[in-house]
Nanobody
Framework: QVRLVESGGGSVQAGGSLRLSCVLSGYGYSTYCMGWFRQSPGKERERVALIYTDVTMTNYADSVKGRFTISQDNSKNTLYLQMNDLKPEDTAMYYC????????????????WGQGTQVTVSS
């Protein structure tokens, strides 16, 4: 059974930084890609960043480009999201997601989700 556990959320002031972590366990096969999504009350879930496991290619939402960095440590089965220059509009629940491949593009088909970690940025 696939399990993703996020950590690292918290409350910071605008301009601050946080690093989110997501530990993946349970399946035994390499992922095709992984990513981070976020959702705030009343809004749809938004994909923030993704990374392809084998080629280490990344993609970011325009709203976080230049401020957030996604990375992975395959030896630790851990995904990271370094968030710098945080803004109040970054406040949301952040979710880790894993895609083992299949129909659809990265993180568009069958996705495994973590439980989320809350990030709150005050002005």
């Amino acid at each position: 059974q696939v399990r993703l556990v996020e950590s690292g959320g918290g409350s910071v002031q605008a301009g601050g930084s946080l690093r989110l972590s997501c530990v993946l366990s349970g399946y035994g096969y390499s992922t095709y890609c992984m990513g981070w999504f976020r959702q705030s009350p009343g809004k749809e879930r938004e994909r923030v960043a993704l990374i392809y496991t084998d080629v280490t290619m990344t993609n970011y939402a325009d709203s976080v480009k230049g401020r957030f960095t996604i990375s992975q440590d395959n030896s630790k089965n851990t995904l990271y999201l370094q968030m710098n220059d945080l803004k109040p509009e970054d406040t949301a629940m952040y979710y880790c997601a894993a895609d083992y491949g299949g129909p659809g593009g990265c993180l568009e088909g069958n996705i495994y989700w973590g439980q989320g970690t809350q990030v709150t940025v005050s002005s």
